[in-house]
């Protein structure tokens, strides 16, 4: 695949491919600054996979477009086609099915994830120690191309606060940010019993809403 350009994100490479691409929208901060780039910059087509669960009331199916069309309104880029999946579980291999299958038929060459490294250990298990989270995304090595090179995750050696950078470097703080959501408010686990449903907000109490506000300052 041709790169057509990189671009430095605050400190951080992004490769952007002269490609029809994929990408993965939860509507949080991290795949939302990463597909505000993809439509700043490239001039293919951008698939975007987002996946709503009806377990925790398709949040995610509703944040991932109103993410898309803020892109939209910032970039002028309307060469994008939106797919969005329910699913019980809304995990990340589930959401990885459907770019996945596009891959297999040719229809994009490759799919970004904007996945981020964790805080420092110290920091990151102190957010919500009840729950029992696999923090996989640990130090500053983390691999930045899966799958024969089709999985390109270009935020992987950069945490929150290098992500907050990005917004701030881009002037999203108060456009793109305020739109994003990173909680994962979950109403079938006894550890959120006493938690208010924040609906379209964010809880402040489970570890994605504290590594957000430890990046960002605020929720």
């Not at 917004?167 to 079938?188: A, G, I, Q």
Request: aromatic share 10%.
């Amino acid at each position: 695949m041709k790169i057509v350009k990189s671009i430095s994100c605050a400190g951080t490479n992004l490769d952007i491919y002269d490609e029809p691409v994929g990408i993965m929208v939860s509507g949080g901060v991290d795949s939302a600054i990463l597909l505000y780039y993809l439509m700043k910059h490239a001039h293919q087509t951008i698939h975007i996979y987002s996946i709503g669960s009806n377990l925790k009331y398709r949040r995610n199916a509703i944040v991932s477009p109103r993410v898309v069309e803020k892109c939209i309104e910032l970039t002028g880029n309307i060469n994008v086609v939106h797919h969005i999946e329910y699913n019980e579980a809304a995990t990340y291999d589930s959401l990885r099915v459907s770019p996945e299958t596009a891959l297999k038929d040719g229809k994009i060459q490759i799919i970004y994830d904007g996945v981020t490294m964790n805080p420092p250990d110290d920091i990151a298990n102190s957010f919500a120690p009840e729950l029992d989270n696999e923090l996989t995304r640990s130090g500053d090595n983390n691999v930045m191309f899966h799958s024969n090179d089709t999985i390109y995750v270009p935020w992987a050696n950069t945490d929150k606060r290098g992500i907050a950078e990005m917004y701030k470097e881009e002037d999203l703080m108060k456009s793109l940010f305020p739109v994003t959501r990173s909680c994962e408010y979950d109403p079938t686990c006894d550890y959120f019993a006493d938690t208010p449903d924040p609906q379209l907000g964010h809880c402040g109490e489970c570890w994605w809403c504290k590594e957000r506000e430890w990046g960002f300052g605020t929720n």
